[in-house]
């Protein structure tokens, strides 16, 4: 069973920039789709971005194109989602999630992990 723990949440000023973490507990990313969705109040949770392994591949959410970045560790084992030039509207929770069946936007995620709260203050 996999374990998902996000982490790097917090409370900037818009233009700022966060790493969020998502840490693998009891398996790996490895030949899997690692992503990121976010949930903001009274909206439902959107796919943000999501990484492929074994071969190397990446989606981003036209809201975060050019300003997100997501990425990997060697081991497969944490995941990270490098947000620059935040804006007000990237306020949301934030989880991590793995292995979807379907789509990777729309598909259904076999972990998700608890959340991380992103607050951008204007």
């Known amino acids: 069973q996999v374990h998902l723990t996000e982490s790097g949440g917090g409370l900037v000023q818009a233009g700022d920039s966060l790493r969020l973490s998502c840490a693998a507990s009891?398996?790996?990313?490895?030949?899997?789709?690692q992503a990121w969705f976010r949930q903001a109040p009274g909206k439902e949770r959107e796919f943000v971005a999501a990484i492929r392994w074994n071969p190397d591949f990446t989606w981003y959410a036209d809201s975060v194109k050019g300003r997100f970045t997501i990425s990997g560790d060697n081991a497969k084992i944490t995941g990270h989602l490098q947000m620059n030039s935040l804006k007000p509207e990237d306020t949301a929770l934030y989880y991590c999630?793995?292995?979807?069946?379907?789509?990777?936007?729309?598909?259904?995620?076999?972990?998700w992990g608890r959340g991380t709260q992103v607050t951008v203050s204007s």
């Open positions: 009891g398996g790996t990313f490895d030949r899997d789709i």
């Open positions: 999630a793995l292995s979807p069946t379907g789509a990777v936007r729309t598909g259904h995620y076999g972990y």
